[in-house]
């Protein structure tokens, strides 16, 4: 598979881009965005062929859960078995930002898509890219780290492109992206836990929850 790359404005993507990224999800393809963090490979949550890719795509091992992008709260609630007052709480205060929350998986949601756990992370992001594809796709997006595993996360277009070539479909080559990672936390549980630092600190996220 050849890999096509488009270069694009991340503040200002131009419609024919966005609309050639979403065609390539539409047929269960990978695709490479900028994001407000760093570079995210973005796929079909709901297509196993696409699900499939993705992991190929990074040698990824399939007990590893695939987090996801959506477009709003409510979208967040349509995936969710259930979501906790924690969970509004954060959402509410931090999204669209660099926090990723774990919830309860719905059956809707491909178990393979949680790495066979039930459990399901989400994020609203910041990017302009990300933002118009859910929009123009009216769905929830796959969104994992532009890399081969074990390797670092790309920050350059032309270095998932480097990377990548042949594993994906197409890169959204938008420059450099400068963002920290997502902090991530799980509040699956009666006590919330702490899963990955980022941009976001822990003690932000104790002073969001302390009236719980």
Same mark, same amino acid.
């Given at each position: ?18 609309? $050639?990224? #979403?065609?390539?999800?539409? =047929?269960?393809? +990978? ?5 407000? %963090? @760093? ?79 039930? $459990?399901? #992370?989400?994020?609203?992001? =910041?990017?302009? +890219? ?5 929009? %123009? @796709? ?75």
């Amino acid at each position: 598979m050849a890999t096509d790359l488009i270069e694009i404005d991340q503040e200002q993507p131009k419609p024919e881009a966005i609309e $050639r990224a #979403a065609a390539a999800v539409r =047929r269960g393809r +990978v695709v490479a965005i900028p994001s407000d %963090a @760093l570079y995210t490979l973005v796929a079909d949550p709901f297509s196993l062929g696409a699900i499939n890719r993705v992991f190929f795509a990074k040698g990824r091992e399939i007990h590893r859960s695939l987090p996801m992008l959506v477009a709003d709260i409510a979208m967040a609630e349509e995936l969710a078995k259930e979501l906790s007052n924690r969970f509004f709480l954060l959402a509410r205060r931090f999204w669209p930002g660099p926090l990723t929350l774990i919830v309860p998986s719905s059956e809707k949601v491909p178990l393979k898509v949680t790495g066979n756990t039930g $459990r399901l #992370a989400l994020r609203q992001s =910041r990017s302009h +890219v990300a933002n118009q594809l859910i929009n %123009a @796709l009216n769905q929830p997006l796959i969104s994992t780290s532009a890399n081969i595993s074990g390797h670092p996360t790309c920050r350059k277009g032309i270095e998932v492109f480097g990377m990548m070539d042949g594993r994906v479909d197409l890169v959204l080559d938008g420059g450099a992206c400068s963002g920290a990672g997502a902090t991530t936390v799980d509040v699956t549980e009666p006590a919330w836990k702490l899963i990955k630092q980022g941009a976001i600190e822990e003690k932000e996220i104790a002073e969001c929850l302390q009236a719980i």
